[in-house]
């Protein structure tokens, strides 16, 4: 079974930066590509950035020149860096990892909120 845990939200002025990460523990999965999505409450979820185990990047058109997405494949670790955050930033953040031993399958962590506010 394969846990996921993210660790870095919190409260930033606007304008400010914060760093997201995430752990997933496999021990006989492989681990495909790690994903961060987010959600404000009565707002659609939405894809932030996503990234495959050969370092290939997805951005939201929200996120492309603020945020930056990178993983360690030895670590099964991966990290949001967001800069210039604002207050539409504000949401809870949730990392999804697919992983799997015969097929990939979508695990989710329990999500780290993030608090864009003056």
């Known amino acids: 079974q394969v846990q996921v845990v993210e660790s870095g939200g919190g409260l930033v002025q606007p304008g400010g930066s914060l760093s997201l990460s995430c752990a997933a523990s496999?021990?006989?999965?492989?681990?495909?590509?790690m994903a961060w999505y987010r959600q404000d409450p009565g707002k659609q979820g939405e894809l932030v950035a996503s990234?495959?185990?050969?370092?290939?990047?997805n951005y939201a058109a929200s996120a492309l020149g603020r945020f930056t997405i990178s993983r360690d494949n030895a670590k099964n670790t991966m990290t949001l860096q967001m800069t210039n955050l604002q207050t539409k930033d504000t949401a809870v953040y949730y990392c999804?990892?697919?992983?799997?031993?015969?097929?990939?399958?979508?695990?989710w962590g329990q999500g780290t909120r993030v608090t864009v506010s003056s």
């Open positions: 999804l990892v697919r992983a799997g031993t015969r097929w990939l399958e979508d695990h």
């Open positions: 990234i495959t185990p050969d370092n290939s990047r």
């Open positions: 496999a021990t006989r999965e492989s681990i495909g590509t």
